[in-house]
């Protein structure tokens, strides 16, 4: 059965929706150990997919291939680490744990479609229950107004974003006739490219898509999301849908519109660099952690993006394509930034904000080992070797050089320099500065195991990362 | 239609043990005509502060959506006058049962911009319950037709009355979804006891206080014949409509939706209005589990048996 | 012309003038009433594209239904202060020559469709006439648009989560609010003092946190 991670992950949704319901206040922490097992299960079920042949289920609407298993991968991984930095924070907060983990189990579930869809319809309604999914768990702190505002910009900007988006799959309709991916690609194959039409919705859906992965200009709505949003919830935000939306990226620009390879390369290289660069030199000026976080996750969609301006469709596992470099990098991404969140969770659980600079003063006496992992994960942010962070940006500039970008390259490398200064001052606060304040930090077997997963994943996927990127080439051999 | 407000005036009137309107004309026979004359000539009066748009334009829309919805309603079977085929009713549309409860949807637009558009606070109110209550109760409404559709088959009323004519009719295969359109019926049409839009006790008299004339007289007629069309619908949907013995069709079909006027007059003689509280209550979380449960079930047997 | 093309345009230029109306005009409750006239000109659309199901699903869902709610939200808030508000906002100079840019765009890229080149959208075997029919859409719909029309249902399961999850529970909710927003003054202050660098946007902003 090709789509049965997915069911595993439905029944868990709709099971943690109804046990909310059902148990006491009390046993209510026990859900952590359902999402648990339900994730864990529908990732054995998954990675038991891996290899297999391509099938095509619901009338052409989703495939399973190695594509879908890969992502699935990502999302399962997310989730798991999620779930286990969330139960700290949503206990000292009184944040309702079972609506916390259905819902984070229903983006979940829209993510994995959205890998999934082989067809326009499904990867609308798919990227759909993902982002509503997420503005709610953004506003589910609702007795903090900073939560609703941040709940209610993500849905406003993300509805219109959505209503671009659609209207420029509905373009892409309008031109060929098909709404399945593969057909789109065969009718744009055997037609003219130099098409206004084809410009146009190649706009619109840069555009609609560009909101979702938080591209420049189209990243307004980040910094305060992420700000606003329980710090479990931002985590998975900046990492679950983002991934997802470059998934539903790769489906659409190079499954679908593969053939239009030349006419939307430039663009994607333009906003790369934008996005990049902005992001970064805004990043130096904030004082508040998670506003810093959020335009570094901002910074590594420009950089990402790379991948697939360098991207050439048909390249498939050639070792320094753009696409297999992508999604290497959104594999290490996810560990890394999961785990620089995990530690602001860590550290305002016991606090009314603690989300500034100076929260971190002395940690690194305070918490030694905590402070360790925070700082292998911003050197691994900010790319520096052997860690997982530099070979990421490493395949993605050999792409770019490969693909005749080398201005592309530079301007990554460049940035690359800038975001030192704002990773490394985490650093030097941490250990640097002193503090007198006592505040307790919290301490939770969870949260311990998560940060303790995440540090080594950053750090073998570094040292170790031959075998990771035969997985994420693995994934591409269908393009 | 205008002899409904003399049918209710002296149906009630004899509920009361009182004798009703009986001056003007055989019996009273000639009241309703006397009551557009007066309304006719009254003078058009509109408040300082109402829209100028809206005001104007809301008991038109009740109208309107009122006597559109009518014309789905078949009185007959198709038949031949003169070599000419003539159909059995105004029009018949495939979809005629969605027609039907989009367009009475429509109406609740009149009693909201009405209550809006007065600029006064009781029609504003009067607006308010109306809004509410309609859009709670249509999702009831349209659930009990739907499963009277999942019976039939089919979603024109035609083929509604077809299915009944030649079998039982749809009120012994369907009792609980008889019982909720009912109920929901009332309410749609606000009437007694789901009166609170205008309760005038409470409102002065609800989104059309400050109407006056003929446009007061519109909305009124909405109102009655709103309460002509659900008891045609509720004949023609558990009823088996036209059909019947002896008698030609627009005749069944007069007697039985006869039979339901009677009863909603019954029903605002005899009951005291909810609570505001007890009309949502009621609908959310009594009838609405209610509908769903059996149109679950219809769904289910009519899978089996087909 | 015959008759149906006739009355489609008629409908399509309704359509238009009154989706225009929906956004300029200053008074909501007209803008809704619009907005109301317009789905009931796409459901006449409908309905002439043979359509009918689809045609009244409009008519119940969107104008019976949804502008209801939102007339009735907006009976509950006072829009008269809303309309004194001015509809243009500063980035009126950013982004009026954005929008003619779309506008010429969009009107290029309409200009350049050569209708007839474009391959024939992938209808099954169905007739024109019977494609709207009730019978066809179910088949279509539980058959090869069956994952998305589950997916719709969660997506609906969602909402409605959201919903309940964010409506508040009153006055215990409105209790804690106040009980984090005095400890956010204090945090605020104790910081302030200390003299910790505040962001100008951290003093609009109130700082959300935990009542320790």
């Known amino acids: 059965m090709a789509v049965l991670p997915e069911v595993v992950v439905t029944v868990l949704a709709m099971l943690l929706l109804l046990l909310d319901a059902v148990l006491p206040e009390h046993r209510k922490s026990g859900l952590t150990w359902l999402a648990l097992l339900g994730f864990v299960v529908a990732g054995a079920f998954n990675l038991y997919q891996w290899g297999s042949p391509a099938q095509s289920a619901y009338g052409g609407m989703v495939g399973a291939d190695n594509f879908t298993v890969f992502f699935n991968t990502l999302f399962l991984a997310t989730a798991i680490l999620v779930v286990l930095m969330a139960p700290a924070y949503l206990r000292e907060r009184a944040l309702p744990f079972g609506e916390f983990y259905s819902l984070l189990s229903f983006a979940v579930l829209g993510m994995m479609f959205t890998a999934a869809s082989t067809d326009l319809i499904s990867l609308f309604v798919s990227i759909e229950l993902m982002v509503i999914a997420v503005y709610i768990l953004a506003g589910l702190a609702r007795r903090e107004k900073r939560s609703n505002e941040a709940s209610l910009k993500y849905f406003l900007l993300g509805a219109f974003a959505s209503a671009i988006l659609v209207y420029g799959m509905s373009w892409l309709y309008g031109i060929t006739g098909q709404t399945n991916l593969a057909k789109i690609a065969g009718v744009l194959k055997a037609t003219s490219l130099d098409n206004p039409l084809l410009l146009m919705t190649i706009a619109l859906l840069a555009?609609?898509?560009?909101?979702?992965?938080?591209?420049?200009?189209?990243?307004?709505?980040?910094?305060?999301?992420?700000?606003?949003?329980?710090?479990?919830?931002?985590?998975?935000?900046?990492?679950?849908?983002?991934?997802?939306?470059?998934?539903?990226?790769?489906?659409?620009?190079?499954?679908?519109?593969?053939p239009a390879q030349p006419d939307y390369s430039l663009l994607f290289a333009i906003l790369a660099v934008l996005t990049m660069t902005l992001a970064n030199v805004v990043a130096i000026q904030q004082n508040n952690i998670k506003r810093m976080l959020a335009y570094s996750s901002i910074a590594h969609s420009g950089y990402i993006l790379v991948g697939l301006a360098a991207a050439q469709p048909g390249a498939g596992s050639d070792q320094v394509a753009g696409i297999p470099a992508l999604m290497f990098y959104l594999f290490v991404y996810t560990f890394m930034t999961l785990g620089a969140f995990a530690i602001v969770a860590y550290v305002q659980a016991g606090q009314v904000t603690g989300e500034s600079f100076d929260d971190y003063r002395a940690l690194g006496r305070r918490a030694p080992m905590t402070a360790i992992a925070m700082t292998l994960f911003m050197l691994s942010l900010t790319g520096v070797p052997p860690l997982a962070g530099f070979f990421g940006k490493a395949y993605l500039i050999l792409a770019a050089v490969h693909s005749g970008m080398a201005w592309l390259a530079v301007a990554m490398a460049v940035n690359s320099a800038i975001s030192a200064y704002y990773y490394l001052r985490v650093v030097v606060v941490m250990y640097m500065s002193d503090t007198t304040e006592r505040v307790p930090l919290y301490r939770s077997p969870f949260i311990h195991s998560m940060l303790a997963v995440a540090s080594l994943a950053t750090f073998f996927v570094g040292v170790f990362a031959d075998p990771f990127l035969r997985f994420a080439q693995g994934a591409t051999l269908g393009f | 239609m205008a002899y409904m407000t003399w049918f209710e005036r002296r149906v009630i009137g004899r509920l009361q043990v009182r004798l009703g309107p009986n001056r003007v004309g055989i019996g009273g026979l000639l009241q309703p005509l006397a009551d557009a004359l007066k309304l006719f000539f009254k003078e058009d009066v509109r408040p300082a502060r109402a829209d100028r748009i809206l005001f104007p334009l809301a008991p038109a829309i009740s109208l309107f959506a009122a006597l559109a919805a009518f014309a789905v309603i078949p009185f007959g079977p198709t038949t031949r006058i003169a070599g000419v085929e003539v159909p059995g009713g105004i029009a018949n549309l495939q979809v005629g049962l969605l027609y039907l409860v989009g367009i009475s949807s429509l109406g609740v637009y009149g009693l909201v911009l009405g209550g809006w558009s007065s600029g006064s606070k009781y029609s504003l109110i009067g607006g308010l319950r109306a809004a509410a209550q309609v859009v709670s109760y249509e999702l009831i409404l349209g659930l009990a037709l739907v499963s009277v559709a999942l019976v039939a088959g089919t979603l024109s009323l035609e083929g509604v009355v077809g299915g009944q004519a030649n079998g039982l009719p749809y009120v012994i295969l369907q009792p609980v979804a008889f019982l909720l359109y009912l109920v929901a019926a009332v309410a749609e049409t606000n009437r007694a006891p789901f009166d609170l839009p205008e309760a005038d006790t409470e409102l002065v008299a609800g989104y059309h206080t400050e109407y006056g004339g003929m446009r007061f007289a519109m909305f009124f007629i909405a109102e009655y014949v709103n309460v002509i069309t659900v008891s045609a619908l509720a004949a023609t949907m558990f009823f088996a409509g036209w059909s019947g013995p002896f008698l030609p069709g627009p005749h069944w079909l007069f007697i039985k939706m006869l039979a339901f006027l009677f009863l909603f007059v019954w029903l605002r003689a005899t009951l005291p209005r909810l609570r505001y509280d007890q009309l949502m209550r009621l609908s959310w979380s009594v009838l609405l589990p209610l509908a769903l449960i059996n149109l679950l079930a219809t769904a289910v047997v009519v899978a089996v048996t087909r | 012309m015959n008759a149906p093309t006739a009355v489609f345009i008629v409908l399509a230029a309704v359509a238009v003038v009154s989706s225009l109306n929906v956004i300029l005009r200053?008074?909501?409750?007209?803008?809704?009433?619009?907005?109301?006239?317009?789905?009931?000109?796409?459901?006449?659309?409908?309905?002439?594209?043979?359509?009918?199901?689809i045609a009244a699903t409009e008519v119940i869902v969107y104008a019976g239904a949804i502008i209801v709610l939102f007339l009735f939200t907006m009976m509950l808030l006072d829009i008269r202060g809303g309309m004194r508000t001015r509809q243009f906002q500063n980035q009126f100079g950013l982004a009026a020559p954005i929008a003619v840019l779309l506008v010429a765009l969009l009107g290029a890229a309409v200009g350049a469709i050569n209708i007839s080149g474009l391959p024939a959208a992938a209808l099954s075997t169905l007739q024109a006439a019977q494609l709207g029919s009730v019978q066809n859409l179910g088949q279509e719909l539980y058959s090869n648009f069956l994952l998305p029309f589950e997916l719709a249902s969660l997506v609906l399961t969602v909402g409605l989560i959201g919903a309940i999850g964010l409506a508040g529970h009153g006055a215990e909710d409105r209790e804690e609010q106040v009980r984090i927003e005095e400890a956010l003054e204090f945090d605020t202050k104790v910081r302030a003092k200390e003299g910790g660098h505040l962001e100008p946007e951290e003093e609009l902003v109130p700082a959300g946190g935990h009542h320790a």
């Open chain 1, 207 to 258: 555009v609609g898509v560009g909101f979702k992965v938080a591209l420049v200009p189209f990243h307004a709505w980040t910094p305060d999301a992420y700000e606003g949003a329980p710090t479990p919830a931002t985590a998975f935000m900046s990492v679950g849908p983002k991934a997802a939306a470059f998934a539903a990226l790769l489906r659409i620009f190079i499954s679908a519109m593969g």
């Open chain 3, 26 to 53: 200053r008074n909501p409750v007209h803008s809704a009433i619009f907005l109301a006239l317009t789905i009931l000109c796409l459901a006449g659309e409908f309905v002439l594209l043979n359509a009918e199901f």
